[in-house]
């Protein structure tokens, strides 16, 4: 994917004002310029690749121009609180991801943004469970034997994550928890040179994306001991739930799409119907199935709901735990 993905602006909504007139931004046509979705992360992820679906989508909705602009660094927060410090007029959008929405303010003590208060959300785009695999040598293949070999030799194996408070370390903490075994957590700059070491057979297992990691189970390099969403995906049917096997743990990512919350209330109820519209679309659905999505609800009262909700339970287990950012 390219790093900036402009697509062919088809609206006729942004005429010109008429000669002299000086109309406030509310009388304007919205949108008059494109709509720029933020992702605060690099181009090539889940969550570059959820942001570019749904300018597209958006785009064949409402025949707005829209455009992705990729601002990583500091695990999501540069991107994130460049949208809450800037002009709230409807144009500029964030993804939002479980770290910068949920997480980050209990891993950074300074943050220049309140993620509950700066935002207003639009439409909650896509659920992406985990699945839990180990490298084929790792003598177990159900998450009861997996158990029992983790709690008989504490601390000899490991786990790789993407890097500390990522939703792969946060998986495997919260796993280490609820069942009461010792792994040692490996971080690392990103998810693919975690693979490469868990492929390699150097780290014994990961928590990984499902859009990541579908190849390497569906290919033999992996073995899926569970999924980590409340029903099986049909990527993997064969592989059942961290819940079915007895872990009460539903672990996902999530990525939804956001407004500053100064953003004036007619452009965000516009921009809730025509992302909600493209979300429906047939072709947008396939596409998330594609990423690994399970079915949710979009709506900005159930994005609201799961970020309060995911705030409250992974900044207590990040407390609980100690986790620092890389």
């Excluded at 990522?166 to 693919?192: D, F, M």
């Excluded at 735990?321 to 890389?326: A, L, M, Y």
């Amino acid at each position: 994917m390219q790093r900036r993905h402009f697509l062919q602006y088809t609206s006729a909504a942004a005429a010109a004002p008429a000669l002299g007139a000086a109309p406030s931004a509310h009388a304007q046509a919205f949108p008059s310029r494109p709509i720029r979705i933020v992702c605060p992360y690099p181009a090539g992820a889940t969550t570059d690749a959820v942001s570019r679906l749904m300018a597209n989508a958006l785009q064949t909705q409402s025949g707005a121009t829209v455009i992705v602009d990729n601002r990583s660094g500091a695990g999501g927060n540069i991107g994130t609180e460049s949208v809450a410090r800037g002009e709230a007029d409807g144009h500029t959008l964030l993804l939002g991801a479980l770290g910068p929405m949920a997480a980050n303010p209990a891993l950074y003590p300074k943050l220049n943004f309140d993620p509950a208060k700066d935002f207003t959300p639009l439409a909650l785009a896509a659920s992406v469970p985990l699945v839990w695999a180990v490298h084929p040598s790792f003598p177990a293949t159900t998450v009861q034997e997996a158990l029992a070999l983790l709690r008989a030799q504490p601390g000899k194996f490991s786990y790789a994550s993407a890097g500390n408070g990522t939703p792969q370390h946060l998986a495997g903490e919260l796993v280490k928890r609820q069942t009461g075994t010792s792994i040692l957590h490996i971080p690392y700059r990103g998810s693919a040179p975690a693979l490469n070491d868990v492929l390699g057979g150097t780290v014994q297992m990961v928590f990984e994306a499902s859009p990541a990691i579908l190849q390497h189970v569906q290919g033999g390099r992996l073995k899926a001991l569970a999924v980590t969403s409340a029903e099986r995906i049909p990527a993997l049917p064969q592989v059942p739930t961290l819940k079915a096997a007895g872990v009460d743990a539903v672990i996902g990512g999530w990525y939804g799409f956001l407004a500053p919350a100064a953003t004036p209330a007619d452009r965000t109820a516009w921009l809730v119907q025509q992302m909600r519209a493209a979300l429906a679309q047939q072709a947008t659905q396939d596409k998330l199935a594609e990423l690994g999505s399970v079915r949710i609800d979009n709506s900005p009262q159930a994005f609201a709901s799961l970020m309060a909700s995911e705030r409250s339970r992974w900044q207590k287990l990040i407390r609980d735990v100690g986790i620092k950012p890389d």
